[in-house]
């Protein structure tokens, strides 16, 4: 029992520090709007929205690894191609082949937007040494513009605020040391079981991310890096990633702990990330298996005792976790059992003592809720103000009874996912099978009853019909005017 409160402690200590940074950023966004800044989702300085300034901002490629279409990818793929960042800017989406239902989905909404972006859809064609999505970002990357500066890689459900890629590239101008820039989502759980598990995993994460500044974390869902590093291969970025990569943020972090450089994860950057409404018990034990998967690959030796000691930390907390709560369970049935029964004294007194230590572990539990509540409504808070003309979100939605018991399932399961991934070096995602040996890919399989029919998160459809379009419920004259909108207006001073 005195682990879980050890863990509760650490656990609302580490709360405390996330929502402090996030919340830092809201007031200094709220004071800025005093002092007359309408555009302080935008940069808290209106002076940095002068077209002098704006016109010598570098150049930027997004680049997008897809794979299915599902439920809001439209939305968020609408988010990014609408960014209000004022210099040159250019997306790339990279998929497998034509057969992928992404891809007719996005050359769809990249033809209604015609010439008000800059994109263009790649098919980058099979994986052979490395997993399909790093293989695809390596394609982009090879592709992207001469001129390019910054390369952003973005997962097809990060949904952007509109200032998002401008606050990335402004920390990246002001220290050029940075290596990796990188953010976190907030999940926006469905009301399954399946989906506030996810949200149960990620948020704990969430607390390495919010440190304003600093951090050793990296989430592939949002990196963005110096476009050169990919063209010298400096660090051996690219053929880190190349030869063997599984996981393109686990490998990038250890580059960059190898040579000790700098990961950055700014306070705005935080994205919302509705799940899918129909997500399952079943697709979060996939999602979750292939998140354990990630510690089995390294790419050195000191990687490779990095790995082992967070399978063993996680491993060590999560069932340290749980523990308590069914030592709980046995007192609170051991005061029943005695409650029914005549027992001695000496009984009544353990019984009292056993119900003290739940009722300890009944606080610590309500405190650490309420610190995740807290979290969330900052981060939530802070989401709305930083895209304040899209659907507000809300915390009404999130059932914290269903939170409480989705930390419980993930943290008993997360053990056995680790064993099982650490005993089967092989993983199944997205219907392609990939074997490991010594930390890297050693193996890929290809085959048609291995493709599952809707992804795990997202539920995106990965199979499709061969040559046909998906239905896009797309208003050509909105589009349009909303991607006008947020294009920057350049004015002669």
Request: glycine share 6%.
């Amino acid at each position: 029992m005195s682990i879980c409160l050890m863990l509760a402690e650490h656990c609302v200590v580490l709360l405390q520090f996330s929502f402090r940074s996030r919340g830092r950023e809201i007031r200094r966004m709220k004071s800025s709007m005093k002092r007359g800044n309408s555009f302080a989702f935008l940069t808290l300085d209106i002076n940095e929205l002068e077209h002098s300034k704006q016109v010598n901002l570098p150049r930027v490629t997004v680049v997008m690894p897809l794979k299915g279409f599902g439920e809001h990818n439209l939305h968020n793929w609408r988010s990014q191609i609408t960014s209000l960042y004022g210099g040159p800017l250019e997306f790339l989406f990279v998929v497998e082949s034509t057969a992928d239902p992404a891809y007719h989905a996005v050359k769809c909404l990249l033809a209604d937007f015609k010439d008000a972006v800059e994109a263009k859809v790649i098919v980058a064609g099979l994986s052979t040494t490395c997993s399909q999505k790093i293989h695809n970002q390596l394609v982009g990357v090879e592709q992207m513009h001469k001129d390019t500066k910054y390369v952003l890689f973005l997962d097809d459900d990060v949904r952007l605020h509109p200032g998002s890629i401008g606050a990335l590239t402004t920390e990246m101008e002001k220290n050029p040391d940075i290596f990796i820039q990188t953010g976190y989502p907030l999940d926006l759980p469905s009301g399954t079981l399946g989906s506030y598990c996810i949200y149960g995993y990620h948020m704990p994460c969430s607390m390495g991310f919010a440190t304003g500044g600093k951090t050793f974390f990296l989430w592939g869902g949002c990196m963005m890096m110096h476009a050169n590093d990919f063209r010298t291969d400096r660090h051996c970025v690219v053929s880190g990633l190349r030869d063997g990569g599984y996981s393109d943020d686990m490998t990038l972090a250890a580059i960059a702990g190898a040579h000790k450089r700098l990961i950055t994860s700014p306070p705005v950057a935080v994205f919302p990330h509705p799940l899918a409404t129909d997500l399952t018990f079943p697709r979060y034990w996939n999602y979750l298996r292939k998140q354990t998967f990630v510690l089995e690959s390294y790419t050195t030796k000191v990687n490779w005792i990095m790995n082992r000691a967070l399978f063993t930390s996680h491993c060590y907390l999560s069932w340290g976790f749980v523990s308590p709560y069914i030592m709980a369970g046995i007192h609170v049935a051991a005061a029943l059992r005695h409650y029914l029964k005549e027992n001695s004294l000496e009984g009544t007194a353990m019984t009292c003592n056993g119900l003290l230590l739940v009722a300890c572990l009944a606080v610590c539990t309500v405190i650490e809720l309420l610190s995740m509540w807290n979290l969330t409504r900052i981060e939530v808070h802070l989401c709305n103000m930083l895209s304040p003309e899209a659907p507000q979100l809300s915390l009404a939605s999130y059932n914290w009874c269903l939170v409480f018991i989705a930390m419980l399932v993930d943290n008993f399961l997360y053990p056995l996912s680790a064993m099982r991934s650490h005993l089967s070096q092989s993983i199944n995602w997205s219907g392609i099978r990939y074997h490991l040996k010594d930390g890297k890919i050693c193996k890929i399989d290809r085959h048609k009853h291995l493709v599952p029919k809707i992804t795990d998160l997202a539920g995106k459809d990965l199979l499709g019909k061969q040559g046909s379009i998906p239905k896009v419920a797309i208003i050509s004259t909105l589009s349009r005017t909303l991607a006008q909108w947020r294009q920057p207006k350049k004015y002669n001073i």
